[in-house]
């Protein structure tokens, strides 16, 4: 796997992230996440709260892409990996002690992002420049 830098890590907590997933027929679908957060240095992880578009296009499809860019600002990058569901177990029960303590409405699912690969998302001739990429093969 990929692993996230120090910088990467505070850029997450800073600004606001979205995600984009695809569903089954291909269509894709960006949106807000705003438990998204660091879970180690190889994982995100959100609090699947509204059972929606994204919900069902991680179910359907794992590939999954994270951003992060704050606004003013001229640093960000983008994560891609795949979507693992916990529904229960410790990596959910710590998902709800978040929401819990954040004052959240009460979490679906935990979702964890693996960070295969990192992409520049900067202000720039940086742009689109590739960070990392390592994969976990299947």
Request: hydrophobic share 35%; aromatic share 8%.
């Given at each position: 796997?990929?692993?996230l830098?120090?910088?990467?890590?505070?850029?997450?907590?800073?600004?606001?992230?979205?995600?984009?997933?695809?569903?089954?027929n291909g269509?894709?679908?960006i949106?807000?996440k705003?438990?998204?957060?660091?879970l180690?240095?190889?994982?995100?992880?959100?609090?699947?709260?509204t059972?929606?578009?994204?919900?069902?296009?991680?179910?359907v499809?794992?590939?999954?892409a994270?951003?992060?860019?704050p606004?003013?600002?001229?640093?960000g990058?983008?994560?891609?990996?795949?979507?693992?569901?916990?529904?229960?177990?410790?990596?959910?029960?710590?998902?709800?002690?978040?929401?819990?303590?954040?004052k959240?409405?009460?979490?679906?699912?935990?979702?964890?992002?693996?960070?295969?690969?990192?992409?520049?998302l900067?202000a720039?001739?940086?742009?689109?420049?590739?960070?990392?990429?390592n994969?976990v093969?299947?």
């Open positions: 796997m990929a692993t830098t120090e910088e990467q890590k505070q850029l997450v907590q800073d600004a606001f992230g979205f995600i984009a997933t695809v569903d089954e269509n894709p679908q949106g807000p705003g438990t998204l957060r660091v180690d240095d190889e994982h995100l992880i959100y609090n699947e709260e059972g929606h578009q994204s919900w069902h296009n991680v179910q499809n794992p590939k999954i994270a951003a992060f860019h606004y003013p600002g001229m640093k990058f983008r994560v891609e990996g795949k979507a693992t569901i916990h529904k229960d177990g410790q990596i959910f029960d710590d998902a709800e002690k978040y929401a819990a303590a954040n959240l409405p009460k979490a679906l699912a935990a979702v964890v992002i693996s960070v295969d690969r990192t992409v520049s900067d720039g001739k940086n742009a689109g420049i590739e960070i990392e990429n994969p093969k299947d």
